[in-house]
């Protein structure tokens, strides 16, 4: 979404930031995914893009997202993301600017009507979102062993 031509009417970004997901291993301690992601904020969606693979971002419409907490997991500041689906996603930067980035999520408003975005696709893209961090992790840990 790098092209202004890929935003809707009235649709403007906030910011762009990379960020990585924690994840909770299964000894349940909290730890930052293997892959960064992109994330653009714009008035009306999140789009979550993997930094260095080539993959059709996730868009999350402002009205996919419930709600958006800052929160600490372990020894990790991060934001908190509770969306429609039950899926709790936290985000952490490493650039010190996660109250930029908390700003933006809490300015995202819902389009105007005819602009609405597909809430079934939302669900498949967070769907497809987290199935790819959990494949990344697992890459990374048979890389390890």
Same mark, same amino acid.
């Not at 000894?27 to 293997?34: I, K």
């Not at 993959?55 to 509770?82: K, W």
């Given at each position: 979404?790098? *092209?202004?031509?890929? %935003?809707?009417? #009235?649709?403007?970004?906030? #910011?762009?930031?990379?960020?990585?997901?924690? *994840?909770? +291993? +299964? *000894?349940?301690?909290?730890?930052?995914?293997?892959?960064?992601?992109?994330?653009?904020? !714009?008035?009306?969606?999140?789009? %979550? !893009?993997?930094?260095?693979?080539?993959?059709?971002?996730?868009?999350?419409?402002?009205? @996919? =997202?419930?709600?958006?907490? /800052?929160? !600490?997991? &372990?020894?990790?500041?991060?934001?908190?993301? =509770?969306?429609?689906? #039950?899926?709790? %996603?936290? %985000? $952490? /930067?490493?650039? #010190?600017?996660?109250?930029?980035?908390?700003? &933006? $999520? +809490?300015?995202?408003?819902?389009?105007?009507?005819? @602009?609405? @975005? &597909?809430?079934?696709?939302?669900?498949?893209? =967070?769907?497809?979102?987290? !199935?790819?961090?959990?494949?990344?992790?697992?890459?990374?840990?048979?890389?390890?062993?």
């Amino acid at each position: 979404m790098s *092209e202004d031509h890929n %935003l809707i009417n #009235g649709e403007r970004p906030l #910011g762009h930031y990379t960020v990585v997901v924690l *994840e909770r +291993s +299964s *000894e349940g301690s909290w730890m930052p995914s293997v892959m960064p992601l992109s994330a653009i904020v !714009t008035n009306y969606r999140l789009v %979550l !893009t993997p930094h260095k693979k080539r993959y059709q971002p996730a868009t999350l419409p402002s009205h @996919f =997202i419930r709600q958006v907490n /800052m929160a !600490t997991r &372990d020894r990790y500041s991060c934001i908190e993301l =509770i969306v429609k689906s #039950g899926h709790r %996603l936290c %985000l $952490l /930067m490493g650039t #010190g600017k996660l109250d930029d980035l908390y700003h &933006d $999520l +809490s300015a995202m408003k819902t389009p105007p009507p005819k @602009f609405r @975005f &597909d809430e079934n696709i939302a669900q498949k893209d =967070i769907e497809r979102l987290v !199935t790819y961090l959990e494949n990344q992790r697992q890459i990374a840990s048979t890389q390890h062993d």
